[in-house]
Nanobody, 121 residues
Framework: QVQLVESGGGLVQPGGSLKLSCAAS????????MAWDRQAPGEQREFLAA????????????DYADSVKGRFTISRDNAKNTVYLQMDSLKPEDTAVYYC??????????WGQGTQVTVSS
């Protein structure tokens, strides 16, 4: 089992920045991919960004949804079992609940409780 706790959400003006954090605990050695998704009211949950550690090179491979590419950056600190989402140039349409997701080698996905991000003037 993996437990995830997000933090860092809040209210920000358009054009501003926020940095979300997600701390993982439990069977963290089984995780191969960490990701961020979001869900706006009345909308389906959508993928934003993912980071996967290559088991051979130990390099991090990242992937982004087109809607956030160039504005959002995903990173991880393996020593702290924490993944981050740096969000810049925020727009009102980025308003949503942001969820951290972990995927393990057994094909299981885990989500945190979510953190609200509101972009408004």
């Amino acid at each position: 089992q993996v437990q995830l706790v997000e933090s860092g959400g809040g209210l920000v003006q358009p054009g501003g920045s926020l940095k979300l954090s997600c701390a993982a605990s439990g069977s963290t050695s089984s995780i191969h991919t960490m990701a961020w998704d979001r869900q706006a009211p009345g909308e389906q949950r959508e993928f934003l960004a993912a980071i996967t550690s290559d088991p051979i090179t130990i390099d991090d491979n990242t992937d982004y949804a087109d809607s956030v590419k160039g504005r959002f950056t995903i990173s991880r600190d393996n020593a702290k079992n924490t993944v981050y989402l740096q969000m810049d140039s925020l727009k009102p349409e980025d308003t949503a609940v942001y969820y951290c997701r972990a995927s393990d080698w057994g094909g299981r996905n885990y989500w945190g409780q979510g953190t609200q991000v509101t972009v408004s003037s």
